[in-house]
């Protein structure tokens, strides 16, 4: 950003994982030596806030004081990922880990449905579809866990469920 004396308000962006602002990752250098300056303290940059870390600068004597502002805009998350994955029924292969998207499920041959649950990484995930009561209509199916991340980005988890006589417990 370039700066320019009348000008009190900035606007700048950073990406989501930049968490904060402190005062040492803002430059400000005194036209005046003799004026005073004051940042403001770290502040914590969030997705859904106006972020705004102010600067105050005084002159030598006290008698003028101008502040300036600076907007950070964090930019959302584009994280599309699950914390748990689990079902009533069967065995998840492999065991769940966030960074697996495609699992397969082994359920007894006579099951007719099984419920899965899951829950988001973090409270900016929205899981749109995929949870709860499914229906086990073939030997083999395919059932996703659809998510949309904060930024809108789209993904999903694929669960095959595979009905077999051969279980290990």
């Given at each position: 950003v370039?700066?320019?004396p009348?000008?009190?308000?900035?606007?700048?962006?950073?990406?989501?994982?930049?968490a904060?602002?402190?005062?040492n990752?803002?430059?400000?250098?005194?036209s005046?030596?003799?004026?005073?300056?004051v940042?403001?303290?770290t502040?914590n940059?969030?997705?859904?806030?106006?972020n705004?870390?102010?600067?105050?600068?005084?002159?030598?004597?006290?008698e003028?004081?101008?502040?300036?502002?600076i907007?950070?805009?964090r930019?959302?998350?584009?994280l599309i990922?699950?914390?748990?994955l689990?079902?009533?029924k069967?065995?998840?292969?492999?065991?769940?880990?966030?960074?697996?998207?495609t699992?397969?499920?082994?359920?007894?041959t006579?099951?007719t449905?099984?419920?899965i649950?899951?829950?988001?990484?973090?409270?900016?995930?929205?899981?749109?579809?995929?949870?709860?009561?499914?229906t086990?209509?073939?030997?083999?199916?395919?059932?996703?866990i659809?998510l949309r991340?904060?930024?809108?980005?789209?993904?999903?988890?694929t669960?095959?469920?595979?009905?077999?006589?051969l279980?290990?417990?």
């Amino acid at each position: 950003v370039t700066f320019n004396p009348s000008v009190t308000e900035y606007n700048i962006k950073v990406p989501n994982s930049k968490a904060t602002l402190t005062p040492n990752e803002v430059k400000a250098t005194l036209s005046d030596p003799n004026a005073h300056i004051v940042k403001d303290s770290t502040i914590n940059l969030s997705t859904k806030t106006d972020n705004v870390f102010k600067v105050t600068v005084t002159s030598y004597d006290g008698e003028v004081t101008k502040e300036y502002k600076i907007h950070v805009t964090r930019e959302k998350s584009n994280l599309i990922e699950l914390d748990s994955l689990s079902t009533d029924k069967g065995k998840l292969s492999p065991e769940f880990t966030p960074g697996t998207k495609t699992y397969d499920l082994y359920v007894y041959t006579n099951e007719t449905d099984v419920t899965i649950s899951a829950e988001p990484a973090n409270d900016d995930i929205e899981i749109t579809s995929g949870t709860g009561l499914v229906t086990i209509t073939e030997d083999e199916q395919e059932h996703k866990i659809n998510l949309r991340a904060e930024n809108g980005d789209t993904g999903s988890y694929t669960i095959t469920i595979h009905r077999s006589i051969l279980l290990d417990d």
